[in-house]
């Protein structure tokens, strides 16, 4: 059975996506601008946060001062997928996302300061909410960054995983009759139903596999109380319709279908009246079958006509007490109650039209092209309402005072906000009160007397909005990706100066400096256009005193001193590397792996000037690719792997000069390759994980000769390898994260020899791993503070939690249960910064209650003294700290506290030394 996979999501709607830079509007009102994120009635700073001025973190510089408005919609935009808002007593919820938290669940009371995060399932900015359902006044949510399911009540403290570990990936959350059903894959796909607590919580059914992403109509719907779904068929098997009232016995097959292939352009793929359903297959203009929940009245609908055809169908939808599709053999508008004799046809269009339907009360509305109508389901009662268009999948939305709201447009033109009463006269545009227009509103929700939806103008993406149906009662109800950051990246220290990437709307993204102060804050030099706001300066590399970086603005390799005089162009280089590992220094020269037509990918140096920048050696002759990578210096010479068509990939070294640059040793035999890896130096000895063919991958180490490049021990025995990950020094030793095929992944140490490579404790006793899996060369788990490795690990008993290890058994100890229990923290992976010289470090965490979002923590070595630095986005926003980094005396990062956007924030070190 496959394993079912994580729904996929879309960044934006189809609809959202078909704005274009030039839409018309206003800029914002600036006369009452909207409180911070910070301010809206969250706690004052704790008494933990309450250090001397000089000891807290500090804003360095906000160097994009407001929004920039020069950004596209799309890149300042909350909304990130297609759900729609759900209602319980407590308020209106919906998934909404941001830079510092990814989309995750908010709430509103419809009011500006009512509208906040309930609580960052994921802490950071992996944040990515799927699907949201309501039940029994309990708002349930899947996170597909975890695959877990949550429930809340609309606090953070009262948000939580339902049944962690229970299942995997859930999904197709469907409220019916109190209960809510959901799905689960892997490999026995099952159904499930739940009232939110394990008592209540079973499967319903086996071998029942629904597979669906959240850019289709949903493959359930309810009725009268019981769910009817569709059952992908596996392996051959063809597609059935099945029902559920929410017991083992009670979930059974109805009718196999044959398969359901549906589209966002085909309208639903089930819909209820009353207690009968209606299914789109969806298939190539897909047949129509209809259920009254028996075997034997599950069947393809049949037109009255005297061939008694099956009808083909799209765009179905449900309207009072009927359901409506679109023909493809009419063509026309057809309803339906079920029955042969109840289904007729409403309307002719001509086929390839561009319909739409959305139902309005007891009657529907349907445009094709040449304007917008209303029917009851009668030649006679369908009227004209206007020259306009329904848009995409935007149902229409009733006003308490028996209007609706609509998403409409003249075509050709930009969907906005429109009312109707169901007559020409009472169909109007909603403007606001400086008579904008509200464009491509989408996504109704009814919330009491008024109706939350979501629209995209030019100043600020798309965001929710709220009206009561009036211009005056229309307005933008919170902008949450506000686009008013610099987004500081690749922070770099060269000598006494951090240099990082930012762009600011003048400028767009370049290479700034900063020596701590605001003041000392500034731009370097202005190289590429102000247009490219993702892309600029990356991959910057210290060499010497000088600092080199490529520019995707202008594809060139770069060089600065931190003047602007002295930052140089040095080469064009069409195809820049993006990975750390293809680049390095060897004394005041800069290599790097770079391709070109002529002769592939090569390895590249730089001494600084135009003329002393070129290829280096082409070690694979002609317009084949070496791929060199993994550069690591080692004294005075410079290893990494490379590729050649007799050897493969092996290890290569040079002393700087294309005559001092040479295979190693020819460590597998022939044209295979070993494939280096992983190059970490300890003294003079270079490590590295390789296979010869023989052991797998396993742990080498190399002298620079080929005599000395040798297996240091084979420690799962085999050909199967240990696949050593985390190669990383102390004291003079190598340590690093393996499986010896008995122990799991866990913590080994080498002194070079066979007798001195050891397991040095088996954290998860047994075959279990304690390290989580990791082949990433990017991705650090081990971390050197002090004298000692920190890092995250689990005993199978405190889940993945802090531990460190002085390189003995006895030494190797869980430092601090931060999420107590048998539940982890979100730990693995996060960079832990070493901060002065006493054992002290910096790291980012989120409480696991879930009060405070993802912020600053620090560590002076001691578990008592391992506590949060600073609460920045004060309440269950994260401020989400990454990059951190020391320079001169402060540890800088880039954070958001919900006022200025991601920027560039510090500490002075001596905070980590200072009790509160």
Not at 305 to 310: A, F
Not at 567 to 591: C, D, I, K, M, W
Request: some cysteine.
């Amino acid at each position: 059975m496959p394993s079912h996979p994580i729904p996929r999501f879309r960044p934006l709607s189809v609809l959202f996506l078909s704005l274009a830079l030039g839409c018309s509007g206003e800029p914002r009102d600036t006369e009452n601008p909207e409180p911070s994120l910070s301010e809206l009635q969250f706690p004052e700073t704790s008494s933990a946060d309450r250090r001397p001025p000089g000891l807290r973190p500090s804003l360095v510089k906000d160097i994009q001062v407001g929004t920039d408005e020069t950004l596209h919609s799309s890149e300042k935009s909350s909304y990130t997928n297609m759900l729609d808002a759900v209602v319980t007593s407590t308020g209106l919820y919906f998934a909404a996302g941001e830079e510092s938290t990814g989309v995750e669940l908010w709430r509103t009371d419809g009011t500006l300061e009512g509208t906040r995060i309930v609580r960052d399932t994921a802490p950071g900015p992996t944040g990515s909410i799927f699907e949201l359902a309501t039940s029994n006044d309990t708002v349930y949510l899947l996170s597909a960054a975890s695959g877990t399911l949550w429930k809340s009540d609309g606090t953070a403290e009262g948000t939580t995983e339902l049944m962690p570990g229970t299942w995997r990936n859930p999904a197709n959350l469907v409220s019916c009759n109190g209960q809510l059903f959901f799905s689960e894959g892997g490999d026995t796909p099952s159904l499930w139903k739940t009232d939110g607590t394990p008592g209540g919580t079973f499967r319903l059914a086996t071998s029942v596999w629904i597979d669906w992403n959240v850019s289709e109509p949903p493959y359930t719907v309810c009725a009268n109380g019981t769910l009817f779904f569709v059952k992908r068929g596996v392996g051959g098997e063809v597609d059935e319709l099945w029902k559920s009232d929410g017991t083992p016995e009670g979930t059974v097959r109805l009718a196999s279908i044959g398969p359901v292939m549906p589209s966002p352009n085909t309208g639903a793929t089930l819909v209820a009246v009353g207690s009968r359903v209606f299914l789109n297959t969806g298939y190539s203009w897909g047949q129509i079958w209809t259920s009254d929940g028996t075997p034997e009245g599950t069947v393809p609908l049949t037109s009255p006509t005297s061939e008694t055809r099956p009808l083909i169908t799209s765009h179905l939808t449900a309207a009072g007490g009927r359901a409506w599709f679109i023909d493809g053999f009419g063509p026309g508008l057809w309803t339906s109650d079920g029955t042969e004799s109840g289904t007729r046809k409403v309307a002719d269009i001509p086929w390839n039209s561009s319909v739409q339907l959305s139902a309005m009360g007891d009657s529907l509305l349907f445009s094709w092209g040449e304007g917008l109508y209303r029917t009851g389901g009668s030649p006679e009662s369908t009227t004209f309402l206007g020259n306009i268009n329904l848009s995409g999948y935007s149902p229409a939305a009733r006003l308490p005072d028996g209007r609706y709201l609509l998403s409409a447009g003249e075509d050709p033109g930009t969907p906005e906000l429109w009312l109707s009463d169901g007559t020409e006269a009472g169909t109007t545009p909603l403007r606001m009160t400086q008579g904008r227009s509200v464009p491509y509103p989408a996504r109704f929700t009814r919330f009491g007397d008024r109706v939350m939806f979501w629209a995209m103008d030019e100043f600020h993406g798309a965001e929710p909005w709220m009206t009561d149906g009036t211009p005056g009662g229309t307005h933008l109800l919170r902008d949450i990706h506000r686009g008013d950051a610099s987004n500081p990246q690749h922070l770099t220290k060269v000598g006494g100066t951090l240099f990082f990437s930012a762009h600011d709307a003048e400028h767009g993204r370049e290479l700034w400096k900063t020596d701590g102060t605001s003041e000392g804050t500034v731009l370097v030099k202005d190289i590429g256009p102000a247009a490219l706001h993702t892309e600029g300066p990356h991959m910057l590399t210290p060499v010497g005193d000088s600092l080199f970086f490529f520019h995707a603005g202008d594809r060139g390799l770069w060089k600065t001193d931190g003047t602007g005089a002295g930052t140089v162009r040095l080469a064009r280089v069409e195809f820049q590397p993006y990975n750390p590992a293809q680049v390095g220094s060897l004394g005041t020269a800069f290599f790097f792996s770079t391709w070109t037509s002529a002769q592939g990918s090569e390895l590249w140096r730089s001494d600084g000037t135009p003329e002393g920048t070129g290829l280096f050696k082409d070690i694979n002759p002609g317009s084949g690719s070496a791929q060199p990578s993994g550069l690591r210096r080692m004294g005075d010479t410079l290893y990494f792997s490379a590729f050649d068509p007799q050897h493969g990939s092996e290890l290569w070294k040079t002393d700087g000069t294309p005559e001092g640059t040479v295979l190693v040793g020819e460590i597998r035999p022939g044209n295979m390759g070993s494939g280096p890896s992983r190059h970490t130096a300890v003294g003079s000895t270079l490590f590295f994980v390789a296979d010869d063919g023989v052991h797998g991958r396993e742990l080498w180490k190399s002298d620079g000769t080929a005599e000395g490049t040798v297996l240091v021990e084979d420690i799962n025995p085999g050909g199967s390898g240990s696949e050593a990950t985390d190669l990383v020094e102390l004291a003079g030793t190598l340590f690093f994260i393996a499986h010896d095929g008995v122990h799991g992944r866990e913590l080994w140490r080498s002194d070079g020899t066979a007798e001195g490579t050891v397991l040095v404790a088996d954290i998860s006793p047994g075959p279990d791993s304690g390290f989580a899996i990791d082949f990433s060369d990017t991705t650090r788990l081990l971390n050197v503070i002090g004298d000692e490795l920190y890092f995250t690990a689990s005993d199978g008993v405190h889940g993945n939690e802090l531990w460190k290890s002085d390189g003995t058994a006895g030494g190797t100890t869980l430092f601090r249960d931060l999420t107590p229990g048998s539940a982890s923290s979100p730990l693995v992976g996060v960079p832990l910064v070493p901060v002065g010289k006493h054992g002290a470090f910096a790291f980012a965490f989120a409480s696991p209650q879930g009060v405070d979002g993802m912020e600053p923590w620090m560590s002076d070595g001691t578990p008592e003294g391992t506590r949060r630095l600073v609460d920045l986005a004060r309440g269950p926003m994260s401020s989400s700290p990454s990059q951190l980094t020391v320079s001169g005396s402060r540890l800088f990062f880039v954070a958001d506290e919900g006022v200025h956007g991601r920027e560039l924030w510090s500490v002075k070190k001596a905070a980590f030394h200072q009790h509160p």
